[in-house]
């Protein structure tokens, strides 16, 4: 199994620009998180889905922010437009549905933000 | 009152110490707790869950104290490669929703 994919692994931005990080969940999973990763913050839960569909974005910052999971083998989280303190690593991770309880959460190897 | 919290540490103890953490959380109604681990530039990954009775694994052992509110992570023996930080994390009332503590860094020097 190839675990969580995701792309790119770091991307260097200037701000203003639009950016698009994509994942690939395990197959199977039926559930997908966004995280943020920051040494102030930590690790931040920012949107997650449930068979495609989008179950809490409360963690989401702001419009510039926007998620998108078209299919169960692939979501996209979209940052436009890009400010400097969008800066960090960004964590997709996936999980399967387990009725009642929370289960373990694969993440992938994330994507280190830079906006200058 | 954040969720879940932590000492950020670092902890800087010598191999073959013991070493514990403990994390406290605010939501009196969380049901699931777990120690995650992460590695320097590396993603989480799942250490141990930690249920109501206690749990061990091998130099690892998690407890939980519904009363107060926390639960620990003791660390037998400590090795080298136990260096990282190591992640609380309590689930946060919505299906399949948990918050993480802002980690505790633990490095064993020779």
């Known amino acids: 199994d190839a675990g969580v994919i995701q792309s790119p692994r770091h991307e260097v931005t200037e701000m203003g620009q639009e950016v698009t990080l994509r994942c690939k969940p395990i197959?199977?999973?039926?559930?997908l998180f966004w995280y943020r990763q920051t040494m102030m913050r930590g690790l931040e839960l920012l949107i997650y889905?449930?068979?495609?569909?989008?179950?809490?974005d409360s963690g989401m910052p702001e419009d510039r922010f926007s998620a998108k999971m078209p299919n169960a083998s692939f979501s996209t989280l979209k940052i436009q437009p890009s400010e400097p303190r969008d800066s960090a690593v960004y964590f997709c991770?996936?999980?399967?549905?387990?009725?009642?309880?929370?289960?373990?959460?694969?993440f992938g190897p994330g994507t280190r933000l830079t906006v200058l | 009152r954040k969720e879940v919290e932590q000492d950020p540490g670092p902890f800087n103890v010598p191999e073959g110490a013991t070493v514990a953490f403990n994390c406290t959380y605010s939501?009196?109604?969380?049901?699931?707790f777990f120690w995650y681990r992460q590695d320097c530039r590396k993603e989480p990954k799942l250490l141990m869950s930690?249920?109501?009775s206690g749990n061990e694994d091998g130099r690892f052992t998690a407890q939980l104290n519904r009363a107060s509110q926390y639960i620990s992570l003791l660390i037998r023996d400590s090795k080298l490669s136990d260096s990282a930080t190591y992640l609380c994390v309590v689930d946060s009332g919505g299906y399949q929703k948990v918050t993480f503590g802002i980690g505790t860094k633990l490095q064993v020097i020779p």
């Open positions: 889905f449930n068979n495609n569909v989008p179950i809490d």
């Open positions: 197959s199977g999973h039926d559930y």
């Open positions: 930690v249920y109501s």
């Open positions: 991770a996936s999980s399967p549905s387990v009725y009642e309880r929370e289960d373990e959460q694969f």
């Open positions: 939501n009196s109604a969380s049901q699931s």
